[in-house]
């Protein structure tokens, strides 16, 4: 709950000056990678970060709503789980800049972008997640309205293969750490 809104804030200000459409950060990748994997490993590791942050809020939650603790803490979950595969797909793409150049690299991003998968269609469901962990947060009175609402604002925060960094990015992961890190220090120094 206290690292990860960290490491997703450093993910997006190291790419924020790089535009967000497949090309550019393939391009930025090719003539700044150090930053570039810099900040997508920051994402990833921000994203794993995250599972045991959701893990004790749907704890948290579950105390006094056990459905909504279930159901919120499972979806986010599986949302994560499709972030991490997107991951692995920009992961996937910036070895490709480094084994063919970044024109091939962009082509053959571009010709297998929507290629089918089983988690296109589920795509959305991080968005949910982060609805349902707001929603159970401020019901249960684990979170008061301001910051269910900053963790509901996670919802609009942009996914996928090779997204850029964002004005409204650095935004979102601020109001994440503004929902989280107070509730992650408070479950830290409580005694059980």
Known sequence: MVIAPALLLAAELLRIRFPYPVPQQLAAYRSHPAVMTASYSLSTVGLIALLPAFVTLAVLIGRTGPGWGVAAGAVATIGLLVNAFYEGWSHLAFTLVDALGPEAATRVVADTYASFSVMYP???????????????????????WFRALCLASMAAHVSGVLKGGTVAGIIEVVALGIALVPLGVRVVRSPS
């Open 122 to 144: 589920i795509t959305f469901i991080d968005n949910l997640g982060w609805i349902l962990l707001a929603v159970g947060a401020y019901l249960s009175r684990t979170l008061g």
